[in-house]
């Protein structure tokens, strides 16, 4: 059963660039079966999805977040990582890294990990 | 964009009763690209079903879902203790980008 942990700062400073890793466990990240991607959850605007990306490097990211995003594969570590950039009050949330396995739903998730964006 | 919108934002029931929740799309949803999920407090997302009925593995058989096109139900029969949670469609129909309803908080009445 695959397992997936979040990693990185959990405060942030305006205008800087939020920086999380997410380590895989219990599978391979270059399995051809899977998709790995970031979701983000505020009390505001619930569950969002922030991006995708495929063992080939292959990317998908939510137009919303207008090309801040930017979402990369590491398959010696199996981890993929998330770098969103030109943080505000407003990408305050708790991060999930999952996965997506033979559909487009969310099938494993990571335990979250909060990010503040404070100065 | 394709909007999911959930109801009713709180639903109240007794244990060992049934609770019935929707999830309505702004689109027509094709071969059934819905999901639900269980969220607890301090927790992840947990997936419970897939394309709109299908449970996923470990879910109990009181969990059963329904529906088609922009209209779908989640339905918990005789609610037990550990049920008592937030609940959340998401559609992969239409891309970009996944989204979500805004959640369905089943509390103890």
């Known amino acids: 059963q695959l397992q997936l942990e979040e990693s990185g700062p959990g405060l942030v400073k305006p205008s800087e660039t939020l920086s999380l890793t997410c380590t895989v466990s219990g599978g391979s990240i270059s399995s051809a079966n899977y998709y790995w991607g970031w979701i983000r959850q505020t009390p505001g605007k619930g569950l969002e999805w922030i991006a995708d990306i495929y063992y080939s490097g292959r990317t998908f990211d939510n137009p919303s977040l207008k090309s801040r995003v930017t979402i990369s594969i590491d398959t010696s570590k199996n981890q993929f990582s998330l770098k969103l950039s030109s943080v505000t009050a407003a990408d305050t949330a708790v991060y999930y890294c999952?996965?997506?396995?033979?559909?487009?739903?969310?099938?494993?998730w990571g335990l979250g990990t909060l990010v503040t964006v404070s100065s | 964009e394709m909007v999911m919108t959930q109801s009713p934002a709180t639903l109240s029931v007794s244990p060992g009763e049934r609770a019935t929740l929707s999830c309505r799309a702004s689109?027509?949803?094709?071969?059934?690209?819905l999901a639900w999920y269980q969220q607890k407090p301090g927790q992840a997302p947990r997936l419970l079903i897939y394309g709109a009925s299908t449970r996923a593995t470990g879910i109990p058989a009181r969990f059963s879902g329904s529906g088609s096109g922009t209209e779908f139900t989640l339905t918990i029969s005789n609610l037990q203790s550990e049920d008592f949670a937030v609940y959340y469609c998401?559609?992969?129909?239409?891309?970009?980008?996944?989204?979500f309803g805004q959640g369905t908080k089943v509390e103890i009445k």
């Open positions: 689109q027509t949803i094709i071969a059934g690209n």
């Open positions: 998401q559609q992969y129909n239409n891309w970009p980008p996944w989204t």
């Open positions: 999952a996965s997506h396995n033979s559909g487009w739903y969310f099938d494993y």
